[in-house]
T-cell receptor, first 112, second 113 residues
Framework: DQQVKQNSPSLSVQEGRISILNCDYTNSMFDYFLWYKKYPAEGPTFLIS?????DKNEDGRFTVFLNKSAKHLSLHIVPSQPGDSAVYFC???????????FGKGTHLIIQP | GAGVSQSPSNKVTEKGKDVELRCDPISGHTALYWYRQSLGQGLEFLIYFQGNSAPDKSGLPSDRFSAERTGGSVSTLTIQRTQQEDSAVYLC???????????FGSGTRLTVV
């Protein structure tokens, strides 16, 4: 069973607009959540994280929102830029130290 | 080095052969992880090393898979008697204790023919 789900395999957004990527999880023990970005033939690159004691974390154009009651998190990118085109993975962990549980990823395409 | 280094970047092997994949973590990182990404799938956790503690092997899919970490640094993932379903990108990552996020290498693309 998939404990971290990204239900949109792909998302197309116009340059300059907001990109919203969604992620749901089922394991209530998860207390640390991360977003990674991956270009083809490269390893994933860490973007932003959030602890379960917060509901929002912001870093420049990237903001992650966490809704613990709904077991849902989202990544907002604003404004979207062509270089943001990549696959975005949501990940979660218990305690922030052990192996991460990843979703299957969402391919974000920024249209000029 | 500055980043996590993995070798080889690509490996084609015949079914039934053994393969070894190597990972050089970031210097000073105490934690080292192996993941794999099969086609169309997310990253699947395989094994985790933290300092001198016994590794967490809970993600290894079968006893054909093993890994070791020598001297708290370099790690080798070994797959014995490879099968076609072992074809995937194998990713290594490392982190500082308590850092939360991992830094990944570029991976080894394994193709079993």
């Amino acid at each position: 069973d998939q404990q971290v789900k990204q239900n949109s395999p792909s998302l197309s957004v116009q340059e300059g607009r907001i990109s919203i990527l969604n992620c749901d999880y089922t394991n209530s023990m998860f207390d640390y959540f991360l977003w990674y970005k991956k270009y083809p033939a490269e390893g994933p690159t860490f973007l932003i994280s959030i602890s379960s004691i917060k509901d929002k974390n912001e870093d420049g154009r990237f903001t992650v929102f966490l809704n613990k009651s709904a077991k849902h998190l989202s990544l907002h990118i604003v404004p979207s830029q062509p270089g943001d085109s990549a696959v975005y993975f949501c990940a979660a962990s218990v305690g922030g130290a052990d192996g991460l549980t990843f979703g299957k990823g969402t391919h974000l395409i920024i249209q000029p | 080095g500055a980043g996590v280094s993995q070798s080889p970047s690509n490996k084609v092997t015949e079914k039934g052969k053994d393969v070894e994949l190597r990972c050089d973590p970031i210097s000073g990182h105490t934690a080292l992880y192996w993941y794999r990404q099969s086609l169309g799938q997310g990253l699947e956790f395989l094994i985790y090393f933290q300092g001198n503690s016994a590794p967490d092997k809970s993600g290894l899919p079968s006893d054909r898979f093993s890994a070791e970490r020598t001297g708290g640094s370099v790690s080798t993932l070994t797959i014995q008697r490879t099968q076609q379903e072992d074809s995937a990108v194998y990713l290594c990552a490392s982190s500082l204790m308590g850092q939360g996020y991992h830094t990944f290498g570029s991976g080894t693309r394994l193709t079993v023919v």
